[in-house]
């Protein structure tokens, strides 16, 4: 039965082109394996950017590691570990969900928490600078004060004979005093 199913799947891939490709990807890396090897000239080694070694690329590697292990994606993981020069540390990843005071979850990677925490940081920011408008219109509505202020457009201070595009510098919005009509 399992023959059966990887028979197919190589059918599969056959018949889509993915086996042609994976053939010549090898054929010309042996190639150039053996050119190198050959030619007595040492393998280049790809250096590992110094930016995995900061504290923030340390963490963000940790992130991303986390969220293949927790979704199951073992193949982007086994291209991903070696090409970052790391390795997959649960321990490591423990210290900083403490430090975060956070847990990730299965199928919930740490990194979802970390979003959610700064958008939600930003929405109550909002919120509270919202409240605060709010706060100081009602302090300036016609009940709680008969003479309130209120900001003229068409009243911004200064003669409309004038440059206008000279008094940038100087534009201000005047608190021009309404009157009770009687």
Do not use: W
């Not at 990843?93 to 430090?99: G, M, P, R, S």
């Not at 004060?145 to 595009?165: C, H, M, V």
């Amino acid at each position: 039965m399992n023959l059966n199913l990887n028979e197919k799947v190589r059918q599969d891939l056959e018949k889509r082109g993915v086996l042609n490709q994976i053939r010549k990807l090898f054929k010309d890396k042996m190639t150039e394996a053996s050119n190198l090897i050959s030619s007595n000239k040492p393998v280049p080694v790809i250096p590992r950017p110094p930016q995995f070694d900061t504290q923030g690329g340390q963490i963000c590697l940790l992130l991303i590691q986390d969220f293949f292990e927790k979704f199951d994606l073992k193949l982007t993981s086994s291209i991903f570990l070696p090409e970052t020069k790391s390795e997959y540390n649960p321990q490591t990843l423990q210290t900083l969900e403490d430090a975060l005071e956070c847990r990730s979850e299965p199928l919930r990677p740490l990194i979802f928490e970390v979003i959610e925490r700064t958008f939600n940081t930003e929405d109550e920011e909002e919120e509270e600078i919202e409240e605060e408008i709010n706060t100081e219109e009602s302090d300036h509505s016609d009940e709680n004060n008969p003479d309130y202020f209120i900001e003229s457009a068409t009243s911004q201070g200064y003669d409309k004979s004038t440059n206008s595009l000279a008094m940038n510098e100087f534009d201000y919005v005047e608190d021009v005093r309404k009157f009770k009509n009687l």
